[in-house]
């Protein structure tokens, strides 16, 4: 639905930019609205135009084209690759074209090399653990929850007979992207390097550590773990814990704050950290401008309108307006790179986030990873998290490490 949505207002896109092509740019992205985004932008002035072309996997798509675009938006840009494609853009803020001062401090240190800033953040998302409010007098803290908080609520609110679980707060196993973040919030810290990816590989043991000793000691066994979610855990994440049969659910918030106003009324939510950090979840919306780029002065143009606090509110209400709010969060589908806009202008659109907004200060970001990193997570990251944390004791050394199964796929690709 949304890539029919993203191709009727790319036609009329197309249709109002008339011929003189010298003044169009062309953006590459995966993210539907900024279909939206450059149609607003069309109307607003008359001097550049832009349009947008849909690309699945934009940074790889950069890499290997010899006629790149004028504009690229989307993750994955900061990889070594994609980055050589793109033209430093401090002269932006040196010529007080776009304000620096406006962006989350770490998020634009993200795309800045060596002191040339290559990319410039749109949009990241958060973790968030949800519940039912009729749980709440359960959830010690009002803004967040870590991990050992998780982990003890959840076992208290467990309750068998006869060896057969009726309740079970939570299980990590339950979803791959928790085992994931849960090694990013213990500091696996993958990053890009040859041949694909390195980490840390004390803190991934100390994760799969806990993780089976949570297994163990909070709901007994991986088969106690799966049967019960064989047995109950078939609806989405907001409805199964309005059932009362588990505690916790796992959500993104850009998968969050898209869900109905009568069902976000029925569940509650904290953001998850470990040491009174969030992280920032990998795929961080980026936009830069390409090195061979043949509309650079349009590029610029939609650059600086678009990194404007009015601009943002106004992307918002038109969203709003469209029911486009209805299938994408925020800006791009999370929360603005901006800082004054997320605090004056989200609470108006999502009255949830009143008081739930996280300080800067508790913000991490991933580090620099793949450009092919979302392939390489399903591939082979989360299939070993999942492997090494449900393995039985005497099986664990026979699970398959992480370089090999680098190698293989290596082989295959």
């Known amino acids: 639905m949304k890539k029919i949505a993203f191709l009727c207002v790319l036609v009329m896109i197309f249709a109002s930019c008339g011929s003189n092509h010298s003044n169009i740019a062309l953006i590459w992205t995966n993210q539907p609205e900024f279909a939206l985004y450059a149609e607003q932008f069309n109307k607003n002035q008359s001097k550049y135009k832009v349009v947008v072309e849909y690309r699945e996997n934009p940074a790889v798509d950069l890499i290997n084209t010899k006629q790149p675009p004028d504009i690229v938006i989307g993750p994955w840009l900061k990889g070594e690759r994609a980055r050589a494609k793109l033209v430093p853009v401090n002269y932006l803020f040196d010529e007080y074209k776009i304000n620096s001062r406006l962006f989350y401090g770490r998020l634009l240190d993200l795309g800045n090399i060596r002191g040339k800033q290559y990319l410039l953040p749109v949009s990241f998302n958060l973790p968030a653990i949800i519940f039912s409010p009729e749980q709440a007098q359960l959830i010690p803290n009002d803004f ?26 939570f299980s990590p196993r339950w979803d791959s992207e928790f085992l994931y973040l849960t090694a990013q919030l213990m500091n696996a810290g993958f990053e890009e390097a040859s041949p694909l990816f390195t980490w840390n590989k004390t803190a991934l043991a100390e994760t799969i550590s ?25 609806d989405p994440p907001y409805k199964l814990i309005t059932g009362g049969r588990n505690l916790f659910s796992y959500m993104s918030s850009n998968d969050l704050f898209i869900l109905p106003q009568e069902k976000l009324d029925a569940i509650d939510f904290r953001w998850i950290t470990e040491k009174n950090q969030t992280p920032i979840t990998d795929d961080i919306i980026n936009i830069g401008i390409c090195r061979k780029a043949q509309h650079s002065d349009a590029a610029e143009s939609f650059l600086i309108w678009f990194f404007n606090e009015k601009t943002q509110k106004e992307l918002l209400d038109r969203s709003r307006e469209l029911g486009a709010a209805d299938e994408s969060f925020g800006i791009s589908g999370g929360f603005s790179a901006l800082k004054s806009v997320n605090e004056k202008y989200f609470p108006l659109s999502y009255p949830v986030l009143l008081g739930h907004l996280p300080p800067e ?18 591939e082979i990251v989360i299939p070993y998290l999942k492997d090494a944390v449900s393995a039985s004791d005497g099986d664990v050394d026979a699970v398959i490490p992480l370089e090999m199964r680098i190698s293989a796929w290596l082989k295959t690709h």
Request: no cysteine; aromatic share 12%.
């Open 361 to 378: 200060e508790t913000l991490v970001t991933p580090k620099i990873l793949p450009n092919s990193w979302e392939e390489l997570k399903n």
């Open 210 to 234: 806990m993780l089976r000793d949570w297994t163990k000691t909070v709901n007994t066994s991986v088969q106690a773990e799966d049967d019960f979610q064989f047995k109950y855990l078939y």
């Open 144 to 169: 967040a929850l870590s991990l050992e908080e998780i982990k003890n609520i959840s076992g208290e609110f467990n309750i068998e007979r006869q060896g057969v679980y009726t309740r079970m707060g």
